[in-house]
């Protein structure tokens, strides 16, 4: 016989991880409770297919309003909601904003990860904690990176989350707490932001194909990132808040890839040239880039099994289809088949 249902507080839960994260608990049989932000319009597009009306009996997904910015709001949450594990995605996640909001960015994911860190320790230090730490604190450490390598970080977003990193180590070491970082790598999917650089691709490749735009405007082309596919990374969340010690891990693909190849790829599958859409603006140009991320994720196979399970290749191709679907054309007539492979790629 099962015991209890599991509790866990996702805060970010509107995000695309937290969306994938809220899936995976629920089918794992978790009550859900999520941290929403107030807005004069609804913006729970991510999590709409699990929502549940309030009046419902044996709800699995719970929201609170609540923001990262309010402490009395988290330790009244904490309190109330009595959660075994809480998984903090919230972020001003956006590291080209993090530069025009250092602040806010700070704020929220530098002292809003210890209000929360500090609401455990004080209502009930047993609540697991995990954060969502990030490549973008390596910097410009030399690839391969890993969890040896030092931090130095190129951005406000990339110093905050540093910040929240060692907050998190030392609320461990202090205070005994289950506090662990997942260290991850870019991850993408067809739930990715908009303003991401995968996503305003793949997504600027079916509005073209759709006659409503002729060129995407990009910054930077040659920066190299180690992107993987959303899902496989909220797997990775789970499995060390499933650990019997608390860790800090990197999740990887381990492979890394140019701005310009992701174009190519994204282009290539509708059977069009990237160099006849592409324009550069420097406006999406960062005061200081992060210049190449490739993830050695060795520690986390080995510890924990973790393997990501879709390649770059699949990865663009799930984007590219996903986003002709939202401009209402059939993947199947419009993309072109890969060497070998099936002419769509659906998950
Ligand atoms: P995302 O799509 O930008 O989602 C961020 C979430 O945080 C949203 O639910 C957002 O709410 C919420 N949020 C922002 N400011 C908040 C505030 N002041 N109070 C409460 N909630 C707030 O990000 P993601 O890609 O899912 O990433 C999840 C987490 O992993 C973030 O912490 C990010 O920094 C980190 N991370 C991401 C990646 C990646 O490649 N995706 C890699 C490493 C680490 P709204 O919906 O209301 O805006
Ligand atoms: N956003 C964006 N828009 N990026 C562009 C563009 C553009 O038009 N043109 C080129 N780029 C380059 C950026 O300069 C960067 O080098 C790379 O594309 C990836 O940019 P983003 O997709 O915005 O992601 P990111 O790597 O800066 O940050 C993401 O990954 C981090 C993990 O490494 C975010 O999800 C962060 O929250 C996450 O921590």
Not at 275 to 289: F, K, M, Q, W
Request: aromatic share 10%; charged share 25%; net charge negative.
């Amino acid at each position: 016989m099962s015991g209890p249902r599991r509790r866990a507080l996702v805060t970010g839960i509107t995000g695309q991880d937290g969306s994938y994260l809220a899936e995976l608990l629920i089918e794992k049989d978790y009550e859900v409770h999520g941290l929403i932000r107030r807005s004069s319009s609804i913006n729970t597009r991510r999590i709409d297919h699990l929502y549940q009306d309030p009046h419902a009996s044996d709800r699995r997904l719970i929201l609170h309003y609540g923001d990262m910015s309010d402490s009395t709001r988290l330790n009244r949450l904490i309190d109330e909601v009595r959660p075994q594990e809480v998984y903090n995605l919230a972020a001003q996640s956006h590291v080209k904003v993090s530069f025009e909001a250092p602040e806010y960015t700070g704020d929220v994911d530098g002292l809003g990860t210890m209000r929360l860190l500090d609401a455990i320790h004080h209502c009930d230090p047993a609540i697991r904690f995990y954060q969502a730490s990030t490549s973008e604190m390596f910097g410009n450490v030399p690839p391969p990176q890993s969890e040896d390598s030092g931090f130095r970080p190129r951005s406000p977003y990339g110093a905050s989350k540093v910040y929240a990193y060692w907050m998190t180590v030392n609320y461990r070491e202090a205070y005994g707490l289950f506090a662990c970082n997942g260290i991850l790598f870019n991850h993408e999917s067809p739930r990715r932001g908009e303003t991401f650089v995968t996503r305003k691709i793949t997504q600027a490749v079916a509005r073209i194909l759709a006659g409503k735009q002729d060129a995407v405007y990009l910054g930077n082309l040659d920066a190299k990132r180690d992107w993987g596919y959303a899902p496989d990374y909220v797997r990775a969340m789970w499995l060390m808040m499933q650990e019997a010690e608390p860790l800090d891990l990197v999740f990887a693909s381990g492979e890394t890839h140019t701005v310009r190849e992701f174009a190519e790829l994204a282009f290539a599958a509708v059977g069009r040239n990237w160099e006849s859409h592409v324009r550069v603006d420097p406006a999406y140009l960062r005061p200081t880039e992060v210049d190449a991320l490739q993830g050695d994720f060795s520690k986390a196979r080995r510890l924990l099994g973790w393997e990501p399970s879709v390649s770059f290749p699949e990865l663009v191709r799930i984007m590219v289809e996903a986003d002709l679907r939202a401009e209402g054309l059939k993947p199947e007539e419009v993309m072109v088949r890969p060497t070998g492979g099936p002419a769509v790629a659906s998950r």
